[in-house]
């Protein structure tokens, strides 16, 4: 993603590394498969295999691994274009509108109760990432920290000189 504040973006590029971790993160679904249709979520219900929800399934789903209630959620927010109808409920998935859904997300006070960009710019990143872990649950204070969660802040503070460089 292009402009907008690098704090958010580089955030965002954290928060993929947690979550999705792929070259290909935009068509990535819990587990590790692929998809090739983004025109909207994929709404499948793949089973849980590890940690406390195992024998669940989870519709976690692209770079952010939305699950498919918080993609329509968010997108009914923040997705810059919505569809026609409020009952079609279709929202591209396609990465840039998964993107720009995220960074709106991600810069909206009120949704998160507090200035996540303030924080980020004030070096708060453990509270930011305490803050979203509800919501990605693979940043080190939810419950499910995989192999990246204790590279984050150091995954952060790379992503922010590489986005503060490039704009």
């Known amino acids: 993603m292009q402009g907008g504040d690098p704090h958010i973006r580089a955030l965002m590029r954290t928060i993929s590394a947690a979550e999705s971790n792929s070259p290909r993160p935009y ?53 810059p274009q919505p569809p026609g109808f ?15 859904v995220v960074y709106r997300w991600l810069s909206d006070p009120q949704a998160w109760g507090v200035d996540l960009v303030k924080l980020l710019r004030q070096g708060q990143l453990e509270e930011v ?12 204070y939810g419950i499910e920290p995989n ?9 952060y503070h790379q992503m922010l000189e590489e986005e503060l460089r490039t704009g």
């Open 27 to 79: 068509s990535i679904l819990y587990g590790g498969d692929h998809i090739s249709d983004l025109s909207r979520h994929p709404d499948l219900c793949i089973p849980i295999v590890v940690g406390p929800n195992i024998g669940n399934c989870t519709t976690a789903a692209g770079r952010y691994q939305f699950i498919t209630t918080t993609w329509l959620e968010q997108a009914a927010k923040y997705h």
């Open 129 to 140: 990432l305490a803050i979203l872990s509800p919501t990605w649950t693979s940043l080190g």
């Open 147 to 155: 192999s990246m969660t204790d590279l984050l802040p150091q995954i």
């Open 86 to 100: 409020w009952f079609s409920r279709q929202f591209s998935f396609a990465p840039e509108f998964q993107d720009q």
